[in-house]
């Protein structure tokens, strides 16, 4: 683990730097040759975000069939009075598990350095280029604000917050990054979130909610084949990094939707019958033709299902806060403990 300090306050935790740049890798080839070697084939969505993915992903964001962007946007922009109001006059951490190239941070953090608030802004992301490319702007852009940026997955981010003072939190996990998760996941990784967090402290998640079919279906099988090449990264980054042979025009990317799970689900079709060699992992993997490879699931709920998660999860729902076409939400949480509750659970 490395840091580096700065005169104006930003600190970079980077757990990835040597000896782990080398594990993180071994994660990688581990997965591919699990996830490979299923009947069913996967490839987890968290790989797509290396540099190329990043930049592939911010492409999405900039297209206008990928609405949720500029529906948070738009959410965050009309009510970012309601979110300042939030926060107390308390020094608090602005904690942002995935927080792309910052976009959406700026519409919080420039209000909340005119209030002149004393916080951090702490985000946390597994791409090395999305918090570079954060550090270096905000830097310009709020020469006062105080960063500390973590190169870490969203569970390491979580355990860095526990071992926190006891400064109040607003977490902010935004543009629907909880979608990747599946319903048993997006609850582990909430009751962890909820253990890390002090009573009363906040969380806005931005879901996106269930919609029109043909909406959804143009928004992750766009036109211009943006998101078929972040798919197809996948395959571009085992060969890159772990020495695979794909030959991604063998390959198609797939989007459909399961309209009972609100699941919409990225896959890559082998066009052919074929034979993968990844050197890396000493193994080559079988295609037949027109057999799909899993790489990503993006969830839609209900504003039902959300207050659902929230109170099986244990938080209390404050606000649902919409873009003008009730598109997309961010949902504004907070943290309940009670002590009894908490000692009914240890006693278990
Ligand atoms: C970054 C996970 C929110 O699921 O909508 C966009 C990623 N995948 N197009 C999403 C993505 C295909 C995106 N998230």
Not at 2 to 9: I, L, R
Not at 154 to 160: D, N, Q, V
Not at 187 to 212: A, C, E, H, Q, Y
Not at 305 to 324: C, M, N, P, W, Y
């Amino acid at each position: 683990m490395t840091e580096t300090h700065t005169a104006n306050s930003i600190t970079i935790v980077d757990p990835n730097e040597f000896e782990a740049s080398f594990s993180e890798r071994d994660r990688f080839a581990l997965e591919v040759l699990v996830g490979l070697s299923e009947s069913r084939k996967r490839l987890p969505s968290r790989f797509m975000y290396d540099d190329e993915g990043s930049r592939l992903f911010t492409r999405i964001t900039e297209m206008d069939v990928y609405y949720p962007t500029e529906c948070e946007i738009e959410t965050l922009r009309r009510n970012v009075d309601r979110i300042v109001s939030t926060v107390g006059s308390e020094p608090f951490n602005l904690v942002e598990f995935g927080p792309g190239n910052g976009r959406k941070a700026r519409i919080l953090i420039e209000p909340l350095l005119e209030a002149g608030l004393e916080f951090d802004y702490v985000p946390i992301d597994i791409a090395r280029e999305y918090i570079d490319e954060i550090v270096t702007a905000f830097r310009e852009s709020y020469p006062t604000l105080s960063i500390k940026a973590l190169v870490s997955d969203y569970f390491a981010g979580l355990k860095w917050l526990t071992g926190q003072s006891n400064r109040k939190n607003i977490g902010l996990f935004l543009g629907s990054n909880i979608g990747n998760f599946s319903h048993a996941e997006a609850r582990i990784f909430l009751r962890n979130m909820w253990s890390s967090l002090n009573p009363d402290d906040t969380v806005i998640i931005g879901f996106d909610l269930k919609k029109d079919i043909e909406m959804l279906l143009l928004a992750y099988n766009d036109p211009g084949g943006i998101t078929a090449e972040f798919n197809l990264n996948l395959l571009r980054r085992i060969n890159r990094e772990i020495g695979g042979h794909f030959d991604c025009a063998k390959f198609r990317h797939f989007g459909t939707y399961d309209v009972f799970s609100g699941g919409m689900e990225s896959y890559l079709v082998s066009k052919e019958d074929q034979t993968v060699a990844i050197d890396g992992i000493g193994r080559s993997f079988s295609f037949k033709a027109w057999e799909p490879i899993h790489t990503e699931y993006s969830y839609k709920y209900l504003i039902s299902d959300i207050e659902q998660l929230a109170r099986d999860t244990g938080f209390v729902v404050k606000e649902h806060l919409f873009d003008s076409n009730d598109w997309f939400v961010d949902s504004i949480w907070t943290v309940h403990k009670d002590g009894n509750a908490d000692g009914d659970a240890s006693a278990c």
